[in-house]
């Protein structure tokens, strides 16, 4: 369950041999009051968190209190009131906040999915206010997992806190050529495109976004982030350009359509096609309220619906058996809509 | 059901709840002890789903909640640790399904986490300022219970939620953060609390979620992670939430929930063969009562609030479902 720790706490004196200690009486929890709370701690545990207790009561101000919440919060990294108390001790005795960053490196290091640690590095950046390492360690820590949800949320808050976008589309170009299935990675993509850029006005962007997104998909086209990547910068472009499709993407698709291999045949591809078909046919109903008998729109919206419906099927019974209901409500609404046209 | 299907062991699930805590590896039961009010929750909504809420000492649990209701009015885990938002949200859930909730101070409960809401509506999980869309459902989720919502800013409270709605219909914990089921969970609670489903593209979530089911029939939290019983819960109540649980393949999540039991201790693990908890066993068996598969067997659960659905009933709260 949690990340076991290779800081390990071994006390060589325990606390109650300690002379410097002598004077402080651990509170002890109140254990066997409550079969349901009943806690089974380790001796160690018991020890310092008894020391823990009795100082945080009297509010003790100290070195030693600095030492022993250094033990508690090794022993526990999820316990909230260590680091707190830790933080309150850091400023009242004036410690040396560089040493802290170094020792919360640590403790990272071994708990990086623990939201503590993470929360108490940004307090020690926030009174440093030097996040040059930040980016760095992030990167050090998504290189182990590249999925961390805490790295990611402190990457972006010291990038926004600080500005720092200048190389992040390159580290999350270098990611997604790592592993072009990496979320994190295009969700972070996304994150610097719409902090950087006013999505209502960039065609050029937007653009150039496409072209990248195609690249990635092409190179695999089974992947879920891309696609959805696509369909959000899509949404953008054809507000900019009154519902304008970008060709090139329609041309990707049929050109992967047409090669017939069930390689090819992505859900991914298959229900982007479908949606894109769904876009224009309702866009061919519409001119058809103000003109009734044109028969080429309604020949078109029967060679979408009729596309579409054959795609639903493939999916429903082979290529996505998994989801075979979703498909299937798609293609009730197919034909619920459209379904006039296709006779 | 099918002959060959593998048989749910409840008999066994109910003593390893019980249990809990008094055979467990000391290691693991230290480092979680900061998380001690919400495994009795888990315990309390097990028990109850499975018809079984008479194996645990009621008065214990009473006296325990009292015993950790913190000055300020929020709860604590345990004893010897700060109150906070999560386990105030455990501490009600359980009042309530006892109920017992006139054992607690609710006033000052209602005024603690109100006190929690930001100047932007969002919530903070305590007084050190984490923020979080999950304390944004546990807030809406714990007053909704105490009748108490108008202690708070609504439409600001919603304004924040939708802001960490992302492109792909998903939410994250923050403004900008990768979609995650969990978070997605907490946001479409909240929004079911609220009564502002409408804010969510359905079409477009409901296919993110329905995506999260892999070939083995379980649900993972994002794209390219391992499934997981949890991961399960929190994807199904979703769906079932904005009214596409019928999306997924239910009979293979059915098979997948199954496989996560573990015959020889009791209790469900996240992933089959894998050491099983009270939070993988409650998961386990709300998303069994989720999806109707034993329906003789265990109480009807309410996807928002993941307890009983009679229990919601008798305080009268009514979350939108699609
Ligand atoms: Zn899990």
Redesign the pocket.
Known sequence: MSDSSDESVDLDVSYSQRPEWSDITPITQDEESNQICRIAYTENFKEVFGYFRAILKISEKSERAFDLTKDAALLNPANYTVWYYRRILLKELNKDLHQELEFITKVIRSNPKNYQVWQHRRCIIELLQEPDKELNFTEEILKRDSKNYHAWQYRQWVIKTFALWDNELDYVNDLITVDVRNNSAWNQRYFYLSNKYDLTQENEILNREIDFCLEKINFCIDNESSWNYLRAVIDHLIKINENNYPQKVLEFCNIKLSTGRDDDMSPFLLSFKIDFNWFRSKEMLKKLESNNDDVCLKQNIRTYANESLDYLTKLAIKYDTIRANYWNYLASNWKQEFGQYTQ | MQSNQKELLIQKHVDFIVNYGKTHDQYEYEMSDYLRMSGLYWSVTFLDLVKSLDKLNKSEIVDYLKRNQHENGGFSPCDGHDPHLLYSLSAVQIAITYNVLNEINSEKLIEYISNLQQEDGSFSGDCWGEIDTRFSFCAVAALSLLNALDRINIEKAVTFVLSCMNFDGGFGCLPGTESHAGQIYCCVGFLSILNRLHMINVDLLGWWLAERQLPSGGLNGRPEKLQ????SWWVISSLKIIGKLEWINIEKLREYIISCQDDETGGFS?RPGNMPDP??TL?AFAGLSLIKAFPDALKEVNPVFCMPQYVIDRVKVKPQLL
Request: aromatic share 38%; with cysteine; net charge negative.
């Open positions: 997981d019983v949890c991961y996240d939070f993988h998961f």
